[in-house]
């Protein structure tokens, strides 16, 4: 079970971090990722990493401004989002697959687990 949350309305330039807490099973071989998804348009992928080894992976639009990382204690993965604009507002959705080929993270189908998702709001 994944369970999304930490999203609001924020003004351009600003910051907000999501938390996605994962239960219910060993994810130590898992990806963990967000995709995100605005009104009208596909879900689109944003960061991933590998629960084990940490390796991470990051779309264009947001590479320099976001950071995907993880807490091992708490199970939870993060997802830290500075510089933000409005062409980020989306639903932001945390997902899981076990033993995914790294090659394949920004795919969306290749994902098991899906939590809820958390609604962010960027204002010009």
């Known amino acids: 079970q994944l369970q999304a949350s930490g999203g609001g309305l924020v003004q351009a330039g600003g910051s907000l971090r999501l938390s996605c807490a994962a239960s219910?099973?060993?994810?130590?071989?898992?990806?963990m990722a967000w995709f995100r998804q605005a009104p009208g348009k596909e879900r689109e992928f944003v960061a991933a990493?590998?629960?084990?080894?940490?390796?991470?992976g990051y779309a264009d639009s947001v590479k320099g401004r976001f950071t995907i990382s993880k807490e091992n204690a708490k199970n939870t993965v993060w997802l830290q989002m500075n510089c933000l604009k409005p062409e980020d507002t989306a639903v932001y959705y945390c997902a899981a697959r076990s033993g995914l080929i790294w090659g394949r993270i920004s795919l969306s189908g290749e994902y098991d687990y899906w939590g809820q998702g958390t609604l962010v709001t960027v204002s010009s």
């Open positions: 990493i590998r629960w084990s080894g940490g390796n991470r």
């Open positions: 219910g099973r060993n994810f130590g071989n898992y990806v």
